[in-house]
């Protein structure tokens, strides 16, 4: 009977120490390591946060975090859009900055409307 008692209290620390992050303030946060970590929490069923991810997309500044440093928020918003649109970007998404990705993930979003058109990154006459 002891032994179950200190069995379920340790599953209890466990249970407890788990990290949960909160992705919302992760990704509206002003911190880069923050809006990296929470933009890669991100899955295809946060369609939620695609109009966030397209505002400002080409912001370079890079994540000095062990697990993501090198990282800008612009890699880590295009692979957050990878993931919840599910289609593979039309090219390599890397630390520099591609308009074709974005133009891709635009469009993307303006026909499952998850943005309006006057809230593109890229001008309406450039898309």
């Excluded at 946060?29 to 946060?46: A, F, Q």
């Excluded at 890079?62 to 918003?77: F, I, P, T």
């Excluded at 390599?92 to 974005?102: A, G, L």
Aim: glycine letters at 4%; charged letters at 25%.
């Amino acid at each position: 009977m002891a032994s179950l008692r200190v069995i379920l209290l340790l599953m209890m620390i466990w249970f407890a120490s788990c990290k949960r992050i909160d992705k919302h303030a992760y990704v509206y946060s002003k911190n880069v390591d923050r809006i990296v970590i929470g933009c890669y929490e991100l899955d295809e069923n946060d369609t939620g946060y695609v109009s966030f991810l397209l505002q400002k997309p080409f912001d370079q500044r890079e994540s000095l975090s062990r697990k993501y440093h090198g990282y800008n928020v612009y890699q880590a918003k295009m692979d957050a859009l990878q993931r919840i649109s599910g289609i593979a970007a039309p090219g390599k998404i890397s630390n520099d900055f591609d308009t074709s990705i974005v133009r891709f993930y635009t469009h993307w979003a303006l026909e499952k409307g998850y943005i309006k058109q006057n809230e593109t990154p890229i001008p309406a006459n450039n898309l």
